[in-house]
């Protein structure tokens, strides 16, 4: 799983990004913040939401940046009690091209949450229904299916809703900033 930040106005409230290449399939979580801390509590709270067995099939292994808000890998890894729930891993440093699937998904995010947008009245359900729309959106790498489908096919039917996402028919699918309430002028 590669994991990234998607950053809204400097300061404010940021989106957690997890993908999982194989499928395309990519989901976002807010954080109130770029800190390491921010990205642990999400962790801690998808290994209780998800249970171990589920979430060690989600997530063997993650990689990374290095950025600040991932510096705390060793508590992404662990829980509390010591039990070892993943690995974490870094790109090389200035090579983050070696997670670029995230990179082109951002791309499509971007479609809906515009750079420069804040994130800070963003709700987790718009967010929720933003990411259900970009997996939903065909690609002609995945042979013309959509992440939600070949996600759905690799972990299990089910799999994606526990995670948040909603199937959206391919012919529904908006890509566009007003799908969240954002008026752009």
């Avoid at 009690?81 to 974490?88: A, L, M, Q």
């Avoid at 939600?148 to 996402?165: D, P, Q, S, W």
Wanted: aromatic residues 10%.
């Amino acid at each position: 799983v590669y994991m990234d930040l998607l950053i809204g106005r400097i300061g404010g409230v940021c989106i957690l990004t997890l993908h999982w290449p194989r499928a395309g399939f990519m989901i976002g979580i807010l954080i109130p913040n770029k800190c390491a801390e921010s990205v642990v509590a999400v962790f801690d709270r998808l290994y209780a939401e998800l249970g171990t067995e589920l979430f060690a099939r989600l997530f063997p292994v993650i990689l990374t940046d290095r950025g600040t808000e991932f510096s705390f890998p060793s508590s992404i890894e662990e829980c509390e009690d010591g039990t070892k729930r993943t690995r974490v891993f870094f790109c090389d440093p200035m090579n983050s091209n070696q997670k670029s699937q995230i990179e082109r998904n951002h791309e499509i995010v971007r479609e809906i949450l515009p750079k420069g947008v804040s994130f800070d009245s963003l709700t987790q359900e718009q967010a929720d229904l933003a990411f259900s729309h970009v997996n939903a959106y065909v690609r002609g790498t995945l042979d013309d299916k959509t992440p939600y489908e070949v996600f759905e096919f690799l972990y299990g039917e089910g799999t994606a809703a526990k995670l948040h996402i909603a199937k959206i028919d391919q012919k529904e699918v908006v890509l566009k900033p007003r799908l969240v309430g954002i008026e752009m002028k």
